[in-house]
């Protein structure tokens, strides 16, 4: 459950373990910069028979942003984000400052650390 982050932007998963009976992964954001910062997220599932990371929910902008020097904690509803089921996953951002034009200006991307839902 290691806290990644890029350009003063930290994720982390709350816990490394979630069921599907809660249903919602809980991901804690802080915003370390003096502006305000938007996102897309990616879920990804890891397949292990082939070895590989599948898509589970395809890239789309994220419900709302985070205020300068800012921390939230943000679920993802499991019916919609892990509808693929019990299995290891994680969840690949983009972020962007917010800026008059939507999505312009690209501060980088990560992917959080793996976490499982049982």
Same mark, same amino acid.
């Given at each position: 459950?290691? +806290?990644?982050?890029?350009?003063?932007?930290?994720?982390?998963?709350?816990?490394?373990?979630?069921?599907?009976?809660?249903?919602?992964?809980t991901?804690?954001?802080?915003?370390?910069?003096?502006?305000?910062?938007?996102?897309?997220?990616?879920?990804?599932?890891?397949?292990?028979?082939?070895?590989?990371?599948?898509?589970?929910?395809?890239?789309?902008?994220?419900?709302g942003?985070?205020s300068p020097? +800012?921390?939230?904690?943000?679920?993802? /509803?499991?019916?919609?984000?892990?509808?693929?089921?019990?299995?290891?996953? /994680?969840v690949?951002?983009?972020?962007y400052k917010?800026?008059?034009?939507?999505f312009?200006?690209k501060?980088?991307?990560?992917?959080?650390?793996?976490?499982?839902?049982?």
């Open positions: 459950m290691a +806290s990644r982050n890029v350009a003063n932007i930290y994720v982390n998963p709350v816990k490394d373990n979630f069921a599907l009976t809660e249903g919602a992964v991901l804690a954001i802080e915003n370390k910069n003096a502006f305000g910062v938007e996102s897309k997220i990616k879920v990804e599932k890891f397949n292990d028979a082939k070895g590989v990371w599948e898509t589970s929910c395809a890239l789309q902008a994220s419900e942003g985070l020097k +800012s921390k939230i904690q943000e679920g993802l /509803r499991n019916s919609y984000f892990f509808k693929k089921g019990a299995g290891k996953y /994680r690949y951002y983009e972020f917010i800026s008059p034009v939507q312009a200006i501060l980088g991307a990560l992917t959080t650390s793996v976490f499982n839902i049982k």
